[in-house]
């Protein structure tokens, strides 16, 4: 099992930035890469950034390229994602998530533990 606890969701004017932080513990070992998605009320959740645990590799969905960046510190177990030239359609619950296999980032059903999730609300 691995545990996540995501931290850093607030509040912030369109144009701002925040950043999320994700730790992991337990069998942190197992872990393949980690990944954000997100879910706006009354949309399905869906793939925002995924970052490779060993090589570091990065993938965006278009909506976030050039604004947001993924990154982790294997020391800490811990990944983040940097947010700027926020938007108001960025509003939503953001979750981390980790894969333990080497499989499509962008499907969701291919991550096998997830956080409690960190409200983002970007105002106008």
């Known amino acids: 099992q691995v545990q996540l606890v995501e931290s850093g969701g607030g509040l912030v004017q369109a144009g701002g930035s925040l950043r999320l932080s994700c730790e992991a513990s337990?069998?942190?070992?197992?872990?393949?890469?980690m990944g954000w998605f997100r879910q706006a009320p009354g949309k399905e959740r869906e793939f925002v950034a995924s970052?490779?645990?060993?090589?570091?590799?990065?993938y965006y969905a278009d909506s976030v390229k050039g604004r947001f960046t993924i990154s982790r510190d294997n020391a800490k177990n811990t990944m983040y994602l940097q947010m700027n030239s926020l938007k108001p359609e960025d509003t939503a619950v953001y979750y981390c998530?980790?894969?333990?296999?080497?499989?499509?980032?962008?499907?969701?059903?291919?991550?096998?533990?997830w956080g409690q999730g960190t409200q983002v609300t970007v105002s106008s």
């Open positions: 337990g069998r942190t070992f197992s872990i393949y890469a």
């Open positions: 998530a980790v894969r333990i296999s080497n499989r499509s980032y962008f499907d969701l059903s291919n991550y096998n533990y």
């Open positions: 970052i490779s645990w060993s090589g570091g590799s990065t």
